[in-house]
């Protein structure tokens, strides 16, 4: 079955087919090759921002979820691109920084070795992927929590630590510094999606019937509940309602895209050159709690006086050089 022809002596011509699935087997070795190409794809599709959500069950399955608001893909096309062959990109064969492109291939070859499906996807409104790997079987780096380190050297920006997925985003990102990418657990990324999500909505259900971009129609949710199965079912993202109460009271921060997340180290040698990054970016969020903390404690000492509380937690934003914090208050 797997040979078109057999040459004699040991060789023979395999069929497409046999061809195609050895091919898939190179082409995508671990799991962060997966994540490789879904970025490429999102950039492709002209995507401006671009989430993953990633985690790992107790069976060793790792849940990808890849959003973007790129160009989309026509409901008719969202099973076929599955297959072997099949591309949008004929007159737009690419070279990239990683290779060849544009050969319809690496979907159909993360299929052969994952459950990859489109949840959602429309022209002009963005994809939702998803994609279930057995880690068992298709390998992915053993450290998955250590935060890669940037390192400013005389020949540019070097990428350092173990070659996990984050480190395959952060250097992707690094060629695309365009890109606002976003990595975190599924937690993380509904509260990105529901914090930057519009308010106002032109459709009851405005996943079916509106025009807006997927990535801004999180924030529909008001209850906790809403939020788990909107979440679920259009974004593939799973969360308990306690998490989907702790999103609605922000009390999960959102992520900073990933190239404001990770400071550049120096070396010694070229301190101070070409170095543009602002200098809030450089706080870790655990640091900003602290900040948050201390505020609320000095903040409540002096409003006892005046018989006003804090309506919410302090708000701290990062704009360049400088933190802006904002107190809201309410009658004590
Ligand atoms: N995030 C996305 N947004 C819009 N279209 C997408 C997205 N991901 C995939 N596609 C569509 O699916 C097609 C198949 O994708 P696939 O990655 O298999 O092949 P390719 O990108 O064309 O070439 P290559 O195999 O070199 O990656 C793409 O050509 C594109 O039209
Ligand atoms: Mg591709």
Excluded: W
């Excluded at 499906?117 to 450290?143: C, F, Y």
């Excluded at 400013?152 to 890109?179: A, C, M, R």
């Amino acid at each position: 079955m797997r040979v078109e022809e057999d040459l004699g002596g040991g060789f023979v011509r395999l069929n497409i087919d046999e061809s195609q699935a050895r091919q898939a087997k190179h082409d995508i070795r671990c799991v962060e090759d997966i994540v490789l190409e879904a970025l490429r794809n999102s950039r492709d599709a002209k995507a401006k921002n671009i989430l993953i959500a990633s985690c790992k069950n107790e069976k060793k399955n790792r849940s990808l979820v890849i959003i973007d608001d790129g160009s989309g893909i026509p409901q008719n096309l969202q099973e076929k691109i599955f297959e072997p062959r099949v591309t949008s990109k004929l007159d737009k064969f690419i070279i990239d920084e990683y290779g060849v492109h544009g050969r319809g291939m690496a979907l159909y070859s993360i299929s052969m070795c994952s459950h990859p499906s489109i949840i959602n996807s429309h022209p002009g409104r963005g994809t939702v992927l998803m994609a279930t790997i057995d880690t068992a079987k298709l390998p992915e780096a053993s450290d998955q929590s250590s935060i890669p380190k940037l390192k400013q050297t005389k020949k540019g920006i070097e990428v350092q630590g173990p070659n996990n997925v984050l480190k395959s985003i952060l250097t992707f990102n690094l060629k695309y510094p365009d890109l606002q990418i976003y990595y975190g657990n599924p937690s993380q990324i509904a509260s990105v999606l529901y914090q930057r999500g519009i308010k106002e909505f032109d459709a009851s259900n405005p996943f079916t019937d509106s025009q807006k971009p997927y990535i801004d129609c999180l924030s529909l949710a008001i209850t906790p509940l809403e939020l788990t199965k909107i979440a679920k079912n259009q974004f593939g993202l799973e969360l308990s309602q306690r998490n989907s109460y702790r999103i609605i009271n922000k009390e999960i921060p959102p992520p900073e895209t990933i190239l404001s997340l990770i400071p550049i180290k120096t070396s010694s040698n070229t301190k101070n050159k070409n170095i543009s990054r602002s200098l809030s970016s450089y706080l870790s969020n655990e640091d900003l709690a602290q900040l948050d903390n201390a505020t609320i404690n000095v903040f409540n000492t002096i409003a006892e006086k005046y018989f006003i509380q804090l309506a919410e937690k302090p708000h701290f934003k990062r704009v360049g050089n400088t933190i802006s914090v904002t107190l809201l208050l309410e009658k004590a």
